[in-house]
């Protein structure tokens, strides 16, 4: 396998919660449809499956009784269900990492899928919660940037303009909670701005 083209496996994870319910459902349904491909995944599609209905269950709750306490309920139902995504996610890249020739079918039967290749897979650029609605943005500097501008999404198509720092990190707030946000980043040269940062999401709560 050629080191500069690693295979890498991407969940796309939408950014409604409705469609993330959708999404990691097809998710477990795809690999139980599957078992001799995904003999011991991690969580078991069983934990994932529970995991799954707390979250409905609570999702239902929040928009149709708007009790108090529900939508922190919610969001933490889906933290742990993002987080078995994850999990899931780390345990088709370990097999499909094993397998080079068969990586898109495995992917593809977990309902998820390869990196484009000649996609630059920017790994720079880490997002970290701290107060609710605040997001902690940290990259890595490159020789030459003199500032950095930043940028982040709902959807990971329309992007909303933060402001540029002269340091390699910066904190946004008053971020919408209870949403998966995207952020990216770029430096800024003496010759003008470079080019943006492979997306990183965060659960923003």
Do not use: C
């Not at 990586?103 to 920017?122: D, F, P, S, Y």
């Not at 790994?123 to 943005?137: F, I, M, P, W």
């Amino acid at each position: 396998m050629n080191p500069k083209s690693p295979i890498t496996v991407v969940l796309a994870l939408p950014t409604s919660i409705p469609k993330i319910i959708v999404f990691a459902n097809g998710v477990h349904d795809a690999m139980a449809a599957n078992p001799s491909t995904f003999p011991a995944p991690t969580p078991t599609l069983a934990v994932f499956a529970t995991d799954l209905g707390n979250l409905t269950t609570a999702e239902n709750a929040s928009k149709q009784t708007r009790a108090k306490g529900t939508v922190e309920t919610r969001n933490e139902k889906l933290e742990i269900v993002i987080a078995d995504l994850q999990q899931l996610k780390a345990y088709v890249q370990q097999l499909a990492s094993a397998s080079p020739t068969q990586a898109a079918t495995i992917a593809q039967a977990a309902n998820m899928r390869l990196r484009a290749k000649g996609a630059r897979n920017k790994t720079d650029l880490t997002a970290t919660q701290k107060l609710s609605g605040s997001v902690e943005l940290v990259a890595k500097v490159a020789p030459g940037d003199h500032a950095h501008d930043w940028q982040y999404s709902l959807d990971g198509k329309t992007w909303t303009s933060a402001a540029t720092s002269l340091q390699g990190k910066t904190t946004l707030t008053g971020l919408q909670t209870g949403v998966v946000t995207y952020f990216r980043h770029r430096g800024v040269t003496k010759s003008g701005p470079g080019d943006w940062s492979q997306p990183v999401s965060l659960l923003v709560s």
